[in-house]
């Protein structure tokens, strides 16, 4: 099967409810088991509020919020970037992959592949060479997909949900020692 290439592009302030829409859809689809309802009701209405991403997609000297769509213009999943963002871990700053979610339906296309090369070239286009991320400590299949583009694991912070202590791993990727993070290889 050939892979299919997604439009990924700079959210903007006309694209708040279509990422309130993906991000309130593919966090439920992936995380519904690690809370309550009511507790995933009151992160979502937060963490997707219109003020906040009205504040985080207006302050782009701190942020990048990026939407994929597939070529019938089906919105498939979006990532977030924090410039200059220092890692829980030691004293390094690099750009902080806060979130890269894909519909559950779109997982094994590739997708994942192609938003991650796209933002590696966002990475380099700002003169930045380390991007780090945290993942839940028992999310096995993230981590791998990580781990095989490149990135690294440095050790484990606390996370916690209304239901369980569940820990997350810090992975960085450093652009510069990995070839297929060079623009002249993205997708």
């Not at 708040?16 to 690690?34: K, N, P, V, W």
């Not at 209405?45 to 769509?69: G, P, R």
Request: glycine share 6%; with cysteine; aromatic share 12%.
């Amino acid at each position: 099967m050939q892979q299919q290439p997604l439009r990924i592009y700079d959210a903007q302030h006309a694209d708040l409810e279509a990422l309130q829409r993906i991000g309130c859809d593919t966090y439920r689809e992936h995380f519904s088991e690690i809370w309550t309802r009511a507790g995933m009701q009151r992160f979502l209405a937060e963490d997707f509020s219109s003020e906040n991403l009205v504040n985080s997609l207006a302050a782009t000297e701190k942020h990048l919020w990026l939407l994929a769509e597939d070529n019938g213009g089906n919105i498939q999943g979006f990532a977030k970037l924090n410039w200059n963002s220092p890692m829980p871990l030691g004293n390094t700053v690099g750009v902080e992959l806060q979130k890269i979610y894909l519909l559950k339906s779109s997982t094994g296309k590739g997708y994942g592949e192609q938003l991650l090369r796209v933002i590696c070239e966002y990475v380099l286009a700002r003169q930045q060479h380390l991007l780090w991320l945290d993942v839940l400590k028992s999310n096995r299949a993230a981590q791998a997909f990580y781990t095989r583009f490149g990135f690294r694991t440095y050790g484990e912070i606390p996370f916690s949900t209304d239901m369980f202590e569940i820990g997350m791993q810090v992975m960085a990727y450093d652009l510069t020692s990995h070839p297929q993070a060079h623009p002249t290889t993205c997708s």
